[in-house]
């Protein structure tokens, strides 16, 4: 079974930066996708950025670019998700997902997303 564990979240003050981490396990897949997405309460869930694992591409939202930073470790099937300059409006709760069907990152909306990670809560104070 596909599993992907978010961590990294936690409580930080505006201006602050975190690092979000997802490991994934149990791929049989040899190429995909990992996206993160987040929602915060009463909003719609919203992409943020994802990475394709053999060519490296990486997409982000518009509104994500220039502070947060998509990488991955595929030695330890790991993509983390550097954030930078954080503000009140990031908090939210943070999943990583992955794509099976898409192998080069682009448009979030159009990959088909399938195993979703549980999530980890990134709270931003002023």
């Known amino acids: 079974e596909v599993q992907l564990v978010e961590s990294g979240g936690g409580l930080v003050q505006a201006g602050g930066s975190l690092r979000l981490s997802c490991a994934a396990s149990e791929f049989t897949f040899d190429d995909y996708v990992i996206g993160w997405f987040r929602q915060a309460p009463g909003k719609e869930r919203e992409g943020v950025s994802c990475?394709?694992?053999?060519?490296?591409?990486?997409y982000y939202t518009d509104s994500m670019k220039g502070r947060f930073t998509i990488s991955s470790d595929n030695a330890k099937n790991t993509v983390y998700l550097q954030m930078n300059s954080l503000k009140p409006e990031d908090t939210a709760v943070y999943y990583c997902?992955?794509?099976?069907?898409?192998?080069?990152?682009?448009?979030?909306?159009?990959?088909?997303?399938?195993?979703w990670g549980q999530g980890t809560q990134v709270t931003v104070s002023s």
């Open positions: 990475i394709g694992y053999k060519d490296g591409s990486t």
């Open positions: 997902v992955a794509s099976f069907f898409a192998t080069t990152a682009q448009t979030m909306g159009v990959i088909p997303w399938g195993s």
